[in-house]
């Protein structure tokens, strides 16, 4: 499975950015699929995570009630839906695909994309 994170940018403290991620190479909707996020000079975290069927999420506790996960089957692409940015979610996010149980753990995520660099000015 190839993975194609974009919708990074520079934005301002308390806007909007809607991250896609589109797979391709696999049976997209036979994989849960994760965003995690790496800050400079920090290790790579979890964000946020979703079944196959979208049907069960997983959202770390510094963004909930920000960001969502969503995931469009049809079109092979998973989204993460940030809202309120603020400075200290300024990082490289990827998103990644798993194919055992739904995870918030990155070892458990065998493929994962190059990343789309996100940078919230205060």
């Known amino acids: 499975v190839q993975l194609q994170a974009s919708g990074g940018g520079l934005v301002q403290a308390g806007d909007s950015l809607r991250l896609s991620c589109a797979a391709s190479g696999g049976t997209f909707s036979s994989y849960h699929m994760g965003w995690f996020r790496q800050a400079p000079g920090k290790e790579r975290e979890f964000v946020a995570a979703?079944?196959?069927?979208?049907?069960?999420?997983y959202t770390a506790d510094s963004v909930k009630g920000r960001f969502t996960i969503a995931r469009d089957n049809a079109k092979n692409t998973v989204y993460l839906q940030m809202n309120s940015l603020k400075s200290e979610d300024t990082a490289v996010y990827y998103c990644a695909a798993g194919s055992g149980l739904l995870s918030t753990k990155l070892e458990n995520f065998e493929y994962w994309g190059q990343g789309t660099e996100v940078t919230v000015s205060s």
């Open positions: 979703i079944s196959w069927t979208g049907g069960t999420t």
